[in-house]
């Protein structure tokens, strides 16, 4: 696959992700694929890595912390792109009401890594206190 058609599917991952498209999601990752999402899993429950099936469950999940924004949606908005090879790099920011009335605005840069135009890593870095003070957690 090209560089520009990785960036492409990298892109339909958020879109999916801020629909909670849990297998539109799956659909683009490799069957070995991870993805790991920045912060303490004691602190914040969906950080850590995870399999391909793990991450799309908590996707897919439609309890309050893991999916808040299930009848709303989240979206997010790429600003950045930045790909070599089969490396990409996104900044992007979310917006959305979570389902305890706040507003959710955080800002992020993902790190994908494809293979055969399939994700097979993504990494999620974001602002987590941001998170833990809008979730409560």
Known sequence: MSTERNVETAKEFLAALGRFDADHLGSLMADDATYWILGKPHLHPSSGRRTK???????????????????SGLRITVHKSIAQGNDVALEAESYGVASNGRIYNNTYVFLFVFREGKIVSAKEYMDTQHAHETFEV
Do not use: S
Request: aromatic share 16%; hydrophobic share 40%; glycine share 0%.
């Open 53 to 71: 099936a793990e991450y799309c469950k908590i996707v897919a999940d439609p309890a309050p912390f893991v999916n808040p924004f299930k009848e």
